[in-house]
């Protein structure tokens, strides 16, 4: 179902919102636990949410109440809306399955945010 490909990211200023998708090929999508990763120069790759396929989430406690993972399994899509952005949420964001899948990483979307 791999490898994903994410879209959405952008410039924004603090306190802002950005909507993030990641497009899935294959047929399992629906089955499968998936997740958004984030990576940045200063810090190692870290799950910021994950949604099992009984649509249970988990978020990073840096992002709870802030960011929203859902999922439109006939798109075979997976969104992340991310509010009240802060400068620290700065990183490529990936999307992959949880635990990852090593050769379904994509390119990653972009996300700045300036203060």
């Known amino acids: 179902q791999g490898p994903f490909v994410e879209s959405g990211g952008g410039l924004v200023q603090a306190g802002g919102s950005l909507r993030l998708s990641c497009a899935a090929s294959?047929?399992?999508?629906?089955?499968?636990?998936m997740a958004w990763y984030r990576q940045s120069p200063e810090k190692a790759r870290e799950l910021v949410a994950s949604?099992?396929?009984?649509?249970?989430?988990i978020y990073a406690d840096s992002v709870k109440g802030r960011f929203t993972i859902s999922r439109d399994n006939a798109k075979r899509i997976l969104y992340l809306q991310m509010n009240n952005l802060k400068p620290e949420d700065t990183a490529v964001y990936y999307c992959?399955?949880?635990?990852?899948?090593?050769?379904?990483w994509g390119q990653g979307t972009q996300v700045t945010v300036s203060s």
């Open positions: 992959n399955t949880n635990p990852y899948t090593r050769h379904y």
């Open positions: 949604m099992f396929n009984g649509f249970r989430t």
């Open positions: 294959g047929d399992t999508f629906s089955r499968s636990t």
